[in-house]
């Protein structure tokens, strides 16, 4: 079964960082891509970023310029630099992986990691 285990979440102030990582295990053999999403109270879950096993990545307009996407296929892991950080970007943040398994392949998700910047 595979699991998903997110770390890294905390409360900073504006202008802050954090790094957030996300560990996969348990038959994850053929990941393609990684990548997180994130919740605000009240909203629905939006992309934040997302990379490729070959480190092709794709970031939501409101985070470029201010996260990065970065991965180690050998631990099956992704991580993603926050940096400048705004209040509006309080959320759960969610990662995923979408693993391989003949005839398909399936998205796997993390329980998620709360993110919260406050002044």
């Known amino acids: 079964q595979v699991q998903l285990v997110e770390s890294g979440g905390d409360s900073v102030q504006p202008g802050g960082s954090l790094r957030l990582s996300c560990a996969a295990s348990?038959?994850?053999?053929?990941?393609?891509?990684m990548g997180w999403y994130r919740q605000a109270p009240g909203k629905q879950r939006d992309l934040v970023a997302e990379?490729?096993?070959?480190?092709?990545?794709n970031y939501a307009d409101s985070v470029k310029g201010r996260f990065s996407i970065s991965r180690e296929n050998g631990k099956n892991t992704v991580y993603l630099q926050m940096n400048s950080l705004k209040p509006e970007d309080t959320a759960v943040y969610y990662c995923?992986?979408?693993?391989?398994?003949?005839?398909?392949?399936?998205?796997?998700w993390g329980p998620g990691t709360q993110v919260t910047v406050s002044s």
């Open positions: 990379i490729s096993r070959g480190s092709s990545s």
């Open positions: 995923y992986a979408d693993v391989w398994s003949q005839p398909s392949t399936r998205r796997y």
């Open positions: 348990g038959g994850v053999a053929n990941i393609n891509f």
